[in-house]
């Protein structure tokens, strides 16, 4: 099971963000995300309606102390991975991090203003994707790339009300409840 961490979320500033971090946790793989920050039911409402819509058991709740998350992810045996631009290259780690979490749980954190450096020292991995600066929904979706692959983007999303069927030009939904 993968879980997506989003550290520092802030109301109005990181809304955009914060949607499309869950939204990319979702559509590559991961089955849910924790948003730590400021509390936002409105965020938290706009990803819950895209899960109703395109279908899937996506998985989004709010916690107020992340390093009680880390904590608990630790002490359940399940590995954490910090996103950083400071961090080793996922290219010369995923290997052994996939390894790592054949039977284990996967805690995806990345981060939004300042990460505290404690977030540093308490998980088992700092990744970098590149050692420059930018985006946690680009390292995110590179990352979710490398360790699960396609079969992420392709798994089927159960009752969905709104499928999307490839189509080479326009666009081509399937709509009603679809198993
Ligand atoms: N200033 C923040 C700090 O002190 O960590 C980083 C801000 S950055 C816009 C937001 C997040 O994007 C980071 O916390 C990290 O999770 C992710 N990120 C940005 N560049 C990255 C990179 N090269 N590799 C991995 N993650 C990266």
Same mark, same amino acid.
């Given at each position: 099971? &993968?879980?997506? /961490?989003r550290? #520092?979320?802030?109301? &109005?500033?990181d809304?955009r963000?914060?949607?499309?971090? !869950? /939204?990319?946790?979702r559509?590559? #793989? !991961?089955? @849910?995300?924790?948003? @730590?920050?400021?509390?936002?039911? #409105?965020v938290?409402? @706009?990803i819950?309606?895209v =899960?109703?819509?395109?279908? %899937?058991g996506f998985? &989004?709740e709010?916690?107020?102390?992340? $390093?009680?998350?880390?904590?608990?992810w630790? $002490?359940?045996?399940? +590995? !954490?991975?910090?996103?950083t631009?400071y961090g080793?290259?996922?290219?010369? $780690?995923?290997?052994?991090?996939?390894? $790592? =979490?054949k039977?284990r749980?996967m805690?995806?954190i990345?981060?939004g203003?300042?990460?505290?450096?404690?977030?540093?020292?308490?998980v088992?991995y700092?990744?970098?994707?590149?050692?420059?600066?930018?985006s946690?929904?680009a !390292?995110?979706a590179? +990352?979710?790339?490398r /360790?699960?692959g396609s079969? #992420?983007?392709?798994?089927?999303?159960? @009752?969905?009300k709104?499928?999307? /069927?490839?189509n080479?030009?326009g666009k081509?939904v399937?709509? %009603?409840?679809l198993?």
């Amino acid at each position: 099971m &993968i879980t997506v /961490l989003r550290l #520092g979320h802030r109301v &109005i500033r990181d809304q955009r963000v914060t949607t499309h971090v !869950a /939204l990319t946790a979702r559509a590559f #793989g !991961a089955d @849910s995300i924790i948003i @730590s920050g400021e509390r936002d039911d #409105g965020v938290i409402e @706009s990803i819950e309606k895209v =899960c109703t819509e395109f279908g %899937g058991g996506f998985g &989004i709740e709010y916690a107020k102390n992340w $390093k009680r998350v880390i904590e608990g992810w630790k $002490k359940k045996n399940g +590995v !954490a991975i910090h996103l950083t631009m400071y961090g080793e290259d996922i290219d010369d $780690k995923k290997e052994e991090i996939m390894e $790592k =979490c054949k039977e284990r749980d996967m805690l995806i954190i990345v981060g939004g203003p300042k990460v505290p450096f404690d977030v540093y020292k308490m998980v088992d991995y700092n990744i970098a994707v590149g050692n420059q600066p930018h985006s946690e929904v680009a !390292a995110l979706a590179i +990352v979710l790339d490398r /360790l699960v692959g396609s079969e #992420g983007r392709k798994k089927r999303f159960m @009752s969905a009300k709104k499928r999307i /069927l490839p189509n080479p030009v326009g666009k081509t939904v399937v709509e %009603g409840l679809l198993g």
